[in-house]
């Protein structure tokens, strides 16, 4: 046999080969973008298996939280009513002062400006008072001036006592300046930027994560899909109410003893410290592995 015909035998074999691998994996195209391993995967649940959950605890079904002094950590307008809205709006009858902090504007002034009015206008609805930090989105800086910044806006709330409960995106949710809040809360503390030591009550947006407490927005839906309505620029990109309220109502699967059909925003709700135990755990040795942003994984205005 010619060397010629032996290569274009080994040829055909190594095509066949490589074929009956990635053709039987090409479903999966949707799932992988890149070669990049999932190492993100991994730090959550060393982070979440640091609680040594059992199966058998189970969730409690709240109405509010019981803090009167509440500040919401939204990497975007439009993240708090998604979130929290319906809690927000429960706390708030019940006597609660709420304010919520924006950390990123649209990099188009014009926008910035639009969307900066749509979070003021759905802060009413929410009886909450706005804040604007300024940062770009996936542009949150972590240095020290930031992280000062950061610490004033929740210290100063209420006149000066600071908030009792804190929501912020829970820490491994799909979008990378919703991870970026919860490093810019890990930096802030560890800084001495940040006296406050409230409780946690870390949100869905994205990602389904492991409740432990869940809050019937039943009686609120209307006043929540209201408050999404105002974010209009982001309406007309994807159906944000029925998005949320489609969130809410899965979650009535994993909500027992709560009414059946209910609708429930989901949280992950612990103790300052014990959550900032996860968010070291999670952003240990380097935080470029938590993120796909080539902003944030080229360690961008660390601390």
Known sequence: MSITRMNRGTFRRLR??????????????????DWEPLSDLDRVADAMGSLRQSGRLRPLIMTAPRGRRIAVVAPHPDDE???????????????????????????????AAVRRAEATAACATLGATAHFLGHL?????????????FGAALDSFSGGA????LFVPFLADDHDDHRRANELLLRAVEGGHLRARPE?????VYTSLPCNVFVNIGVH???????IRHHTSQIARRDWVSTALGLNAYNARFASGGPAGGLYEGFFVLPFEAYLDLC?????DSQTACYRAPSYRAGMNAH
Do not use: C, H
Request: glycine fraction near 8%.
């Open 221 to 227: 839906a209307a006043g929540k899909s209201e408050a």
């Open 137 to 149: 989105e996936r542009a949150i800086s972590v240095d020290v001036p930031a992280l000062a910044a």
């Open 162 to 165: 600071g908030p009792d409960t």
């Open 81 to 111: 009513s998604i979130g929290a809205g319906g809690t927000l709006l429960g706390a708030r009858e019940a006597g609660a002062s709420i304010a919520a902090l924006f950390l990123t504007d649209d990099p188009s002034p014009a926008m």
């Open 200 to 204: 946690i009550w870390a949100y869905q």
């Open 280 to 284: 070291r755990r999670y952003f240990r």
């Open 16 to 33: 066949t080969t490589l074929l009956n691998w990635f053709l039987p994996r090409r479903a999966y195209k949707f799932f992988l973008r």
